[in-house]
Nanobody, 124 residues
Framework: VQLQASGGGLVQTGDSLRLSCTSS????????IGWFRQAPGKEREGVSS???????YYAESVKDRFTVSRDTSKNVVYLQMNSLKPEDTAVYYC???????????????????WGKGTLVTVSS
């Protein structure tokens, strides 16, 4: 199972980016998918998640600015990030929970497959 996050880049404060999480050999829409980020010198933190049933979760710091969604026909999960702030600068990762069922969406130990991250840099 391979996951890949993409879509990062260098933007200015207030700009938008859309990250994509894709996979080969793994049906993303059938599993809980999480988005995490790690800023330099900080711990990895949960940003958002979409469950296998389509329920969405957000960290308080991104609520009302970020939106997680999926396109099952393309086997991709998106993270739409609007009104970006310098504190959103981080490497963003997508991860998959293969077990299903109840889960603590923001806990990285809940996810057993991780993709390589994509760097998001927001300049002030």
């Amino acid at each position: 199972v391979q996951l890949q996050a993409s879509g990062g880049g260098l933007v200015q404060t207030g700009d938008s980016l859309r990250l994509s999480c894709t996979s080969s050999g793994f049906t993303l829409g059938s599993h809980h998918i999480g988005w995490f980020r790690q800023a330099p010198g900080k711990e990895r933190e949960g940003v958002s998640s979409i469950s296998d049933a389509g329920r969405t979760y957000y960290a308080e710091s991104v609520k009302d600015r970020f939106t997680v969604s999926r396109d099952t026909s393309k086997n991709v999960v998106y993270l739409q990030m609007n009104s970006l702030k310098p504190e959103d600068t981080a490497v963003y990762y997508c991860a998959a929970n293969s077990a299903g069922g109840p889960y603590l969406w923001g806990l990285f130990a809940e996810y057993d497959y991780w993709g390589k991250g994509t760097l998001v840099t927001v300049s002030s």
